[in-house]
């Protein structure tokens, strides 16, 4: 079946409503910290106060001694026991010579590298008692300078001796010497500098982890926050504490939001697990919010220069880019595949550039670990891109619209200069209908308007693209990946006719139990309501990488495509037998079997119970049941695109910024349900704009103490923050997998950031202010406006 086939089914297309809204909305929903053991115990970390120090000694004998304490560990007690935190992507930098990878301990060994740093456990039969016990252990600190700022790491103190110069990997992609010559010959060129500011990722509910230990069958189990629990027992069993995986059962029961934070392996979830066995008791962990600042692993964190060569119709001749990359103080699981595979790879954007050349500087900080958030890597090359493309509009005098138009690929498949071969788009019809929908044409008589009550009204644009579905395995290894990217899906057709789907896929708000059961119902006609999709657990679902990068659809959901596949196959066999007729002439669609040219049919029920009652067709031939298991590695990323138009209203009085009107339209493909994907498409506007005008990390630059680590500081959207959402879709398929669909997760926190800040500065031209760095909060607006009178 074709993608075009499979998008004219029953159930596709469809706003049915979430079948796992009830439970949540009804309390019923289990999380982590909902779960507790016999027998259980808690744990508490003591971390770090500083943010580079020598741990000169640890006293732990006072502590041991109060009350309902089990056990205290420290790095010492963990040395030669295990091995560190993996990171899950080799880069190789520009000289040939493998990225600095040094190690990391699960709790810190001889050196505490930025503030919150585990450096000891401790476990006791309660909450409280571990805290008292943990406020009671003695670390001796020798403190040392410290680095935070990715444009200070070359210069700063060595966090580890592996990377002296605190730099990890230079790496580049593309053609300089062709990039060069392009820009000898332009006719204008536009420079800029940006920064992308720093994120910490704030999912409802915080990281959480059971370990507990059976010695009966010497089997660990791992209840855990985390978007892909395979990957976290494979890079535990396998890289850190040496157990046979058979052993290891983890389970990623409902989880309140990922974004990405819960996708790696974080050192509690590994000293829980090996702590279990050696108290032989289960042992309960659950971050606090402010924990949770300092060590979930945070997002972007860029420092850039871009440059783009035109020639005098304002046509893209070649861009550059240089990259400084914030990595913080370790390496985590994906990170150095951020700035680099996931960012530079995106930089053609939507337009035709002939010429591309990226470089990337890596660092290590005093700084809680980068890797991906929302997006990873795309918001950041669709940041640089599309604030640069803006900017060249502006230069040269040109509509945003305009020039966006002039350099749009018109035609597909399109082979960018940085690797990336893009399938199907349309660019033009995306920006078409956002115009339409922004009603760009009243924005004049709507800026005039508002300068009637003395405010500045300004519209910005974005043109997205992005790359969803790490992608094929193959590939992604030679460029680093230490995991193959593939997915699995088990179909098992139960007697009845009714259906449990197993998915290496996990769901933290996607609403897969809905729309993964709508892609069944629809191919084997029957009921979404017969369809229940199981996740989250190693021990019932086969193999699979989890769900990150909006991938989940289309890979998971082909997965699952292949598997019925099987099954239609065999079902044929059994519904020809039933009918005295060749499987060759069999039809299958709606539900039922028929033979061509005849009046005979049978339904899919009477084919599955026949498939557990086989007194109707020879077992010689074929075996009883109806359950498939398909696994899908995919030829290409998916690559959904949009333009988002954005209207702001600036007092130049106080700098503060109303967002008016925002417009995003997207192709995502093939759409399986358009109210999940229209709720997608808002969580992430409401991050990216959240990013644009109110979200900053920061820490202190002489200590690196973090000065935003609670709410009070840093600054979450509200929903009165944003106006009401106008949203639109175009479709072109994907033509390489079986379902068309391309991935909605990420794709608003990609395209909004530039759109709003265009928008604040095209507000401000008239001011005379240039530029300045994300996010526009009121004090950074009103001090540009102040310095441009200067």
């Not at 990595?327 to 002939?354: E, H, K």
């Not at 803006?390 to 945003?400: D, K, M, V």
Request: net charge negative.
């Amino acid at each position: 079946m074709g993608a075009s086939d499979f998008a004219k089914l029953p159930h596709i297309g469809a706003s049915i409503r979430r079948k796992e809204d009830y439970r949540f909305l009804t309390g019923a929903g289990q999380y982590t910290d909902d779960i507790n053991l016999p027998g259980q115990t808690y744990a508490v970390f003591v971390r770090s106060p500083h943010a580079h120090a020598e741990i000169k000694s640890i006293a732990v004998d006072r502590a041991k001694a109060l009350p309902g304490v089990v056990e205290i560990f420290t790095g010492k007690d963990l040395e030669g026991k295990m091995g560190g935190l993996p990171c899950g992507w080799l880069i190789t930098s520009t000289d040939g010579t493998p990225m600095k990878e040094p190690p990391h301990p699960v709790l810190a060994l001889g050196k505490a590298r930025y503030v919150g740093d585990q450096v000891a456990m401790v476990i006791a039969e309660t909450l409280e008692q571990a805290k008292n016990a943990a406020e009671a252990v003695e670390v001796e600190y020798q403190v040392l300078d410290a680095v935070v700022d990715v444009r200070d790491a070359a210069k700063g103190a060595a966090l580890h001796e592996a990377a002296p110069d605190n730099h990890c990997y230079k790496w580049a992609i593309g053609d300089k010497g062709q990039v060069d010559a392009a820009f000898a010959k332009a006719a204008h060129v536009t420079k800029l500098d940006l920064v992308n500011n720093r994120l910490v990722p704030n999912a409802m509910e915080p990281r959480a982890v059971i370990g507990s230990y059976s010695r009966a069958n010497e089997e660990y189990t791992l209840h855990v926050a985390n978007q892909n629990p395979h990957v976290e027992r494979l890079l535990m069993t396998a890289f850190v504490l040496g157990l046979p995986e058979h052993k290891v059962r983890v389970i990623a029961p409902d989880v309140g939001g990922g974004f990405g934070s819960k996708i790696f392996l974080y050192a509690e979830d590994v000293a829980l697990t090996w702590a279990a066995k050696q108290v032989n008791r289960s042992i309960k962990w659950t971050c606090e919010r402010s924990e949770s600042f300092l060590t979930d692993a945070h997002g972007r964190d860029h420092v850039s220069h871009a440059e783009m060569a035109l020639d005098k119709d304002g046509k893209f001749l070649a861009l550059r880019v240089h990259t400084d990359a914030n990595l913080g103080a370790y390496l985590s699981t994906f990170s150095t595949a951020v700035p680099t595979i996931l960012y530079a790879t995106l930089l053609a954007g939507q337009y035709s550039t002939p010429q591309i050349y990226v470089e990337v500087d890596a660092w290590f900080t005093n700084t809680a670990p980068v890797d991906a958030y929302r997006g990873a890597g795309r918001p950041e090359a669709t940041y640089l891109l599309e604030r640069l493309v803006s900017r060249c509009a502006w230069e040269l005098g040109i509509g945003q619209d305009e020039i966006r138009k002039r350099n749009f690929i018109s035609s597909w498949p399109y082979q960018t200069p940085v690797a990336l071969q893009y399938d199907v788009g349309d660019y033009l019809g995306c920006m078409n209908q956002a115009q339409a929908l922004a009603d760009v044409a009243g924005f004049d008589a709507r800026k005039a308007a508002s300068a009637a009550k003395g405010l500045l009204r300004g519209i910005g644009y974005s043109s997205y693209i992005e790359a969803c579905g790490i992608a094929p395995s193959n590939i992604a290894g030679a460029l680093g990946a230490r995991a193959g990217l593939f997915e699995c899906g088990e179909v098992r057709v139960h007697p009845t006719g009714s259906v449990t789907v197993f998915t290496g896929s996990h769901s933290h708000g996607q609403g897969h139990e809905t729309t993964f059961a709508q892609v069944v119902a629809a191919r084997l006609g029957i009921a979404v309501e017969a369809v229940d999709v199981v996740h989250g657990d190693t021990g019932r679902v086969p193999f699979g990488m989890g769900t990150y990068g909006s991938r989940s659809i289309s890979v998971g959901g082909a997965a699952i495509m292949k598997a019925l596949d099987k099954i239609e196959t065999k079902a044929k066999k059994i519904a020809a037998h039933l009918m005295e007729a060749s499987d060759a002439d069999v039809d299958f669609a709606n539900g039922e079997f028929t033979v061509k040219g005849t009046d005979k049919k049978v339904t899919f029920g009477q084919v599955a119970l026949t498939a557990y009652v086989p007194h109707n067709y020879p077992l010689d031939k074929l075996e009883p049941g109806l359950n498939e298991t398909a696994f899908y590695d995919p030829t290409n990323f998916t690559f959904p695109a949009g333009t988002y138009i954005c209207e702001v209203e600036v007092d130049p009085a106080t700098g503060k910024t109303r967002v008016d009107k925002f417009t995003a339209v997207d192709d995502f493909g093939t759409i399986i349900n358009p109210m999940i994907v229209e709720g997608q498409v808002h969580g992430g506007l409401v991050q990216g704009i959240g990013q644009a005008l109110l979200e900053n990390c920061v820490y202190d630059r002489e200590t690196g103490q973090l000065l935003t680590g609670s709410f009070m500081d840093y600054a979450m959207p509200r929903a009165d923050d944003f106006p009401e959402f106008k949203i639109g879709t175009v479709c072109t398929p994907c033509t390489h997998n079986p379902l068309g669909t391309k991935g909605c997760g990420e794709a608003g926190a990609i395209g909004s950031p530039p759109a709003v800040i265009n928008a604040v500065l095209d507000a401000l031209k008239p001011l005379g202010v240039k530029e300045f760095d994300m996010p526009a909060s009121p004090g950074r607006v009103w001090e540009a406006i102040q310095a441009s009178k200067v």
